[in-house]
């Protein structure tokens, strides 16, 4: 699937970046253009990481459109594949393909912006930076992480002054289950890493980003035995290596964890204690933030348990209306709330291994829930990288804009390297601009049976809103339609921009008919 989706994303970004003008005026002979795009439905400050291909052994400056040196940040340098350039940079150029990360500002929701990098003959100097880091912390100008020896993580909030101790460790439990239902053992066996020592490290550090490296060897019980009623005693080691990141100018604490999975039949989970009194939490469903209760309801005549697991798309926070702690995810559809001594907890579920479709057993359910068939590859073993991101804010999760950040840590800004030329689109632009910020943009395609453009936007903060749409193309007629794409009112417009009425949590869907014809400049 992600093959699939890469090589979509490829071709539809050639087929994009082909129809930019980005050429500049006043940089020297044989400057780069790297565009910048922005998946989201927000404008994006943060950091832009991509490949580029110069002259082996240059150095360069990285510049806006408007002649403004960027910081940038070199990550890797190799020979590609294809190392010679016959043309590009004159004929039979050896290249080098570099890793390159920088702090991309104002990049326009669902668009992109381009900037330059400039071949320079000096070695070039310092880049500022709000980053400070060493061998066991981090901090810029939100945040100051420090790491542990048993590898959990500090965080200082500098706005609300408020520390959170002990974030991050790791904790397994035997999972009894199958493929659709979690269970736990009669007499249930949990480990965690909050009493390991770590190998604590700075990996990288620059103006742009730093990451601190935490490993370990996380020693689990290898199987649930023969009757499946205990875990093992012979253990077995998951190398576990996890990377804490902080970004300059950017209000998030990243984690990447790589685990090697050896071990079978059991439950993998991040820990975040938030040290937060609430009896309740918020979690990003489909179309809404759903509010849940952090105990499940007493349910003792069930024939299934009441789960104390649950969905989630992007985030999940907890929050007192004074202070919060949100927690994103890329592609980690579980969790749990719960509350522990000092607080609610929240458990992020990184890996389920098990060996059956369906079982019979389960202490969480009667009966099958399917078929009873070995299904030995749903154990899960080999290697495994989970990407997770902590934000502490104050207020509510609306008034730290929780659905912003977590949407735009599931899709990060990239660059594309281009080669100077004209064309019809300007060097920034948005393609889908709405406003106010808490409607979002869950949907831009072609309509079903027309040219037209859907778009499908929600409010997703509770608030009747009078949203601004704006596309940078003449719009010809605009409806609100139903789901069918059929029109049910017509809206109007003014030259390339409409307003439409949500009301509270609504879900609405135009259809803007355009005239590509006749564009609008992007700066007006």
């Known amino acids: 699937v992600r093959q699939i989706g890469e090589e979509l994303k490829s071709w539809s970004l050639s087929c994009l970046k082909s129809k930019i003008d980005c050429r500049a ?29 110069i002259p082996a052994g240059r150095t360069f400056v990285l ?19 294809e190392h010679i350039d016959k043309g590009r940079f004159g004929e039979n150029k050896e290249l080098d393909e570099i890793g390159l990360t920088f702090r991309a500002t104002g990049v326009p929701s669902w668009g992109y912006k381009t900037y330059y990098l400039e071949l320079a003959n000096a070695k070039a100097g310092p880049s500022p930076s709000g980053l400070k880091y060493g061998a066991d912390f981090l901090e ?10 048993n590898g959990t993580v500090d965080i200082l909030d500098k706005e609300t002054k408020v520390t959170r101790t002990g974030l991050g460790y ?47 060897n996380f020693a689990l019980p290898a199987a649930l035995s023969s009757n499946r009623r205990r875990r093992v005693s012979r253990k077995i080691g998951c190398p576990t290596t996890t990377y804490v990141t902080l970004f300059s100018g950017v209000k998030r604490v990243d984690f990447t964890t790589e685990f090697d999975n050896r071990a079978q039949d059991h439950r993998l989970r991040a820990v975040f204690p938030t040290e937060i009194n609430v009896s309740h939490h918020w979690a990003e469903g489909q179309f809404v ?21 649950h969905p989630q798309q992007a985030f999940v926070d907890v929050n007192d209306g004074r202070i919060g702690l949100t927690l994103a995810n ?21 890996l389920r291994g098990v060996g059956w479709l369906s079982r019979t057993d389960l202490l969480t359910r009667e009966g099958n829930a399917g078929p009873t068939y070995a299904a030995p590859e749903a154990q899960c073993l080999g290697r495994h990288t989970f990407h997770y991101s902590l934000m502490p804010h104050r207020g509510t999760w609306q ?53 037209s453009l859907i778009v499908r936007i929600l409010e997703i ?60 400049n992007s700066e007006e």
């Open 461 to 520: 903060c509770g608030e009747k809103t009078i949203s601004k749409i704006k596309i940078p193309w003449k719009i010809k007629e605009t409806f609100i339609t139903n789901l069918n794409e059929e029109d049910r009112q017509a809206l109007p417009v003014e030259e390339n921009t409409l307003a439409c009425t949500v009301n509270p949590y609504q879900l609405v869907t135009l259809r803007i008919s355009l005239d590509p014809t006749r564009s609008v």
């Open 399 to 451: 008034d730290a804009r929780s659905y912003i950040a977590a949407s735009q840590h599931s899709t990060p800004l990239a660059f594309c390297q281009e080669s100077p030329h004209s064309g019809a689109l300007p060097g920034t632009l948005s393609m889908v601009e709405v406003l106010p910020e808490n409607v979002v943009v869950t949907a831009v395609r072609k309509a079903e049976e027309s040219e």
């Open 140 to 149: 810029n100008e939100y945040y100051r992480v420090q790491v542990n020896a």
């Open 63 to 81: 510049k806006s459109a408007g002649g403004e040196i960027v910081p940038y940040q070199i990550l890797s340098r190799k020979k590609p594949i």
């Open 170 to 216: 790791l904790e397994d439990t035997e999972d009894a289950g199958d493929e659709y239902n979690y269970s736990h053992i009669k007499n249930s066996e949990t480990y965690t890493t909050a009493d390991y020592v770590a190998d604590v490290s700075l990996a990288d550090g620059g103006a742009v980003k730093a990451t601190i490296k935490i490993g370990l």
């Open 25 to 53: 005026a006043g940089l020297s002979e044989g400057y780069v253009p790297l565009i910048v795009f922005n998946a989201s439905g927000w404008t994006n400050t943060s950091a832009a990481t991509g490949t580029v291909k």
């Open 289 to 309: 933030v759903n509010r849940r209760d952090n105990e499940p309801p007493s349910a003792p005549l069930w024939p299934e348990e009441p789960s104390t697991t």
């Open 330 to 350: 890329q592609g980690l559809p579980e969790y749990e709330v719960r509350n522990d001594e000092g607080g609610a907890t929240i458990y992020l579920t990184l």
